[in-house]
């Protein structure tokens, strides 16, 4: 049962780890989308720019909740406790 | 569900065990190299429109080197072009069916991050001198070698999980809905991750040109920027 | 988690390879192309330059002659405009000139006309200012006697030189001519008288002329002593006369 038990604790760290692990780079999205629409607002003719711009930085911020998936990956498929 | 962690080898030639990702990067090699070799092979002052697609490109990256290292990019022309051509073919590779990207096992990621960690060493030491890129890590002061140290590993490793994660994860999530709903709803889920890819091939490329320069360092003789300014 | 050291390494070295083959087909070429086309453009414009500041200079030249042309043609202008204006000069000061002499002409001519006219005037008025002269005294014979200039003519001998009044009626006879005849002792008394002057008697001959008006006149070989009306009026015409 203590290999029952191991992963169960692990599949609940993994849910954890990724829904905590989501919170701040959606906070964080979020933030950065709503000063580009400001940004784009103020100063339509730099549109172009500043979307090229927010991807890069959305893919950087979301890079952050990939770390906490990989974690959950390594936690449910590669756990060292499982064996 | 397999593991998107571990890998299976599918033959061996000899005792070297012969994995997926590794036939997917030589048959992209492959091509890379006979579409480098036709395609440059009547190259004329007057452009065709392949001619014109790679000029676009080399100039691009050319602008990219010169906006972040205030540097002739010709030294580092080459790396980082391939780096970026690479990753974007190999993150777009998960489009042929049948066929996972090989940047979607830690190995390749890993590779491709060990050759910016040495290009880092090797250009710095170029550009500086021994002496003076191993005084790059005591600055501002000495107190910061081991964090300077710290960061010189982490920071690649963060660039290995950066593209793991997001090519791996798009495979993942594609794989799962498909196991989920079948045929047409993970087409959308692709499309992300044919933008996904390019932006992290981009990032990828980006964030080498920027190590590389940190361990360069500002060129004395600083190139005057003839062309136009590419933005990013 | 376990990574299969074997599909690194491999990932690197394929790596490598992609690196080399791309540095070698594909940036190289590329970037050559780019610098040449570069070298071209430049080339081109180094000689659009060339052909520019050359046909620059050509049009400076071309401007320089024009300006030069501008400037003879400007003097030329000038000049025949000078040479006008002399000629327009001279010709209005040659007939300014005719014209005065033309005026100053008519001038003397009118005045010589003006002048002729007021002598005939002045002739005509003498002329009857003695008319009207004589035909009054015509009416007053009485005081016209020829004795009242007895005394004046007995004078005027007096005043005449010697010689010739030596000479006076010596040889022969004086004509004594006067305006009405005579009386037999207004004779005796004129040769009295002259006889008084002359010292000796002197022959005399009597004659009649109404046209002396009033008066006598003695006409001697040598002398004419005049004591007339008519005398005087001729000496009053030609003084009016003269004096115009």
Redesign the interface.
């Known amino acids: 049962m203590t290999g029952n038990i191991i992963e169960i604790v692990s599949i609940l760290a993994a849910a954890i780890a990724v829904s905590f692990g989501a919170i701040g780079p959606a906070l964080a999205e979020g933030r950065a989308v709503a000063a580009a629409m400001d940004a784009i607002a103020r100063q339509p003719e730099a549109a172009g720019?500043l979307s090229?711009?927010l991807?890069?930085g959305l893919?950087?911020i979301?890079?952050m909740a990939?770390?906490t998936?990989?974690i959950a990956?390594?936690v449910l498929?590669?756990n060292?406790l499982a064996g | 569900m397999d593991?998107?962690?571990?890998l299976e080898p599918l033959f061996h030639i000899g005792p070297v065990p012969i994995t997926a990702p590794v036939v997917v990067t030589w048959a992209i090699l492959v091509g890379l190299a006979v579409f480098a070799a036709v395609s440059t092979r009547h190259l004329k002052l007057t452009p065709g429109k392949v001619q014109t697609v790679l000029e676009l490109f080399v100039t691009t990256v050319d602008g990219q080197i010169r906006d972040t290292m205030q540097r002739d990019p010709a030294p580092f022309r080459a790396l980082i072009g391939t780096i970026f051509l690479f990753v974007l073919v190999a993150n777009w590779s998960a489009l042929l069916p049948g066929i996972e990207p090989p940047t979607a096992h830690l190995e390749t990621d890993a590779a491709l991050a060990l050759v910016v960690f040495i290009a880092t060493i090797v250009y710095g030491i170029a550009a500086r001198g021994m002496k003076g890129y191993l005084g790059t890590f005591a600055e501002p002061s000495w107190v910061m070698i081991p964090l300077n140290l710290v960061e010189q590993i982490t920071r690649t490793f963060?660039l290995v999980?950066?593209l793991?994660?997001?090519v791996?994860?798009g495979v993942?999530v594609v794989g799962i809905v498909l196991s989920l709903a079948g045929l047409f709803v993970p087409i959308p889920l692709m499309a992300l991750d044919l933008?996904?890819g390019a932006?992290?091939a981009?990032?990828f490329a980006?964030l080498a040109i920027v190590f590389i320069g940190a361990a360069a360092g500002e060129s004395p003789g600083r190139p005057t920027s003839e062309q136009g300014e590419t933005?990013? | 988690?376990?990574i299969d050291w074997w599909t690194l390494g491999l990932q690197t070295l394929n790596f490598l390879v992609l690196l080399w083959i791309l540095k070698r087909f594909l940036f190289r070429p590329v970037s050559r192309i780019i610098e040449e086309r570069q070298a071209a453009a430049h080339a081109a414009l180094d000689e659009a330059e060339a052909a520019r500041r050359e046909a620059r200079e050509v049009r400076d030249a071309a401007q320089v002659e024009a300006e030069r042309v501008a400037a003879a043609r400007s003097d030329v202008l000038a000049a025949a405009q000078q040479e006008a204006e002399r000629e327009k000069s001279r010709l209005l000061k040659e007939a300014r000139a005719a014209a005065d002499t033309a005026l100053a002409e008519g001038a003397a001519e009118l005045e010589r006309v003006r002048e002729a006219q007021a002598r005939a005037l002045a002739e005509d008025a003498a002329q009857l200012a003695t008319d009207i002269a004589g035909r009054l005294l015509a009416r007053l014979p009485e005081v016209a006697r020829p004795t009242a200039f007895i005394d004046g003519l007995a004078e005027a001998v007096a005043d005449l030189p010697d010689a010739t009044r030596a000479g006076m009626g010596a040889d022969t006879p004086l004509r004594v001519r006067a305006a009405q005849d005579m009386a037999e002792e207004e004779r005796n008394m004129l040769r009295r008288r002259l006889g008084e002057v002359l010292g000796h008697s002197p022959k005399l001959t009597f004659e009649v002329d109404p046209g002396l008006v009033a008066g006598l006149e003695l006409v001697g070989p040598h002398a004419v002593v005049r004591d007339h009306f008519r005398a005087d009026l001729e000496r009053i015409r030609e003084e009016l006369s003269r004096h115009d």
């Not at chain 2, 593991?3 to 571990?6: A, D, G, V």
């Open positions: 720019t090229r711009t991807f890069v893919a950087m979301e890079t990939i770390y998936l990989v990956l390594l498929f590669a060292p | 593991s998107p962690l571990t963060s999980v950066r793991f994660g997001n791996m994860s993942f933008l996904t932006v992290q981009y990032i980006v933005s990013s | 988690m376990t």
